[in-house]
T-cell receptor
Framework: LAKTTQPISMDSYEGQEVNITCSHNNIATNDYITWYQQFPSQGPRFIIQGYKTKVTNEVASLFIPADRKSSTLSLPRVSLSDTAVYYCLVGDILGGSTLGRLYFGRGTQLTVWP | EPEVTQTPSHQVTQMGQEVILRCVPISNHLYFYWYRQILGQKVEFLVSFYNNEISEKSEIFDDQFSVERPDGSNFTLKIRSTKLEDSAMYFC???????????????FGPGTRLTVT
């Protein structure tokens, strides 16, 4: 299972774009990159998933360079309500040996200030 | 938008008692999971469930734990004899069918806070 490394915390101000980078040097060919968000006392919430290049949805964008050894979650124009923990997960989404078992690290605590 | 629901939101029990935590996954999902999060710590996988049987379980999921899908909608986690260290937030999750490769797109419920005294 590919180990991921992401910053423990980040601060931003309302209206700014936030980029959270995750390193996953040992990513395997079948691995996808998935990001989750978690507010205090709530369950994690799926944000976005990708394999390579760029993926965008209504919430965020995910940038993955050609070597796939890192990925960047981009949140456009954050608001106070984006204050949360963001987790980067890497694994074989087609099942592999883990069949969907998610491994959550400590994540990145994003704090948005007014 | 369909959601995973969990009941109760908070359960207080005494050490040694049995508890059952209940979940209603999203209706067309086929894969179900339980995770837990001790206060201030990581979210930890407990068990995955597919086709009415356990697919995988972690080392935390010992003989005191069991899961069941008693009917077409509910998914339960039972702890037979609770310990103080079982105090945590328990999250149920479900994911769509595997054919779309969406194992890692899981939808979590709001959690049940279990307090063992």
């Amino acid at each position: 299972l590919a180990k991921t490394t992401q910053p423990i915390s980040m601060d931003s101000y309302e209206g700014q774009e936030v980029n959270i980078t995750c390193s996953h040097n040992n990513i395997a060919t079948n691995d996808y990159i998935t990001w989750y968000q978690q507010f205090p006392s709530q369950g994690p919430r799926f944000i976005i998933q990708g394999y390579k290049t760029k993926v965008t949805n209504e919430v965020a964008s995910l940038f993955i360079p050609a070597d796939r050894k890192s990925s960047t979650l981009s949140l456009p124009r954050v608001s106070l309500s984006d204050t949360a923990v963001y987790y980067c997960l890497v694994g074989d989404i087609l099942g592999g040996s883990t069949l969907g078992r998610l491994y959550f690290g400590r994540g990145t605590q994003l704090t948005v200030w007014p | 938008e369909p959601e995973v629901t969990q009941t109760p939101s908070h359960q207080v029990t005494q050490m040694g008692q049995e508890v059952i935590l209940r979940c209603v996954p999203i209706s067309n999902h086929l894969y179900f999971y339980w995770y837990r999060q001790i206060l201030g710590q990581k979210v930890e996988f407990l068990v995955s469930f597919y086709n009415n049987e356990i697919s995988e379980k972690s080392e935390i999921f010992d003989d005191q734990f069991s899961v069941e899908r008693p009917d077409g909608s509910n998914f339960t986690l039972k702890i037979r004899s609770t310990k103080l260290e079982d105090s945590a937030m328990y999250f149920c999750a479900s994911s769509p069918a595997s054919g779309t490769g969406k194992f890692h797109e899981q939808y979590f419920g709001p959690g049940t806070r279990l307090t063992v005294t």
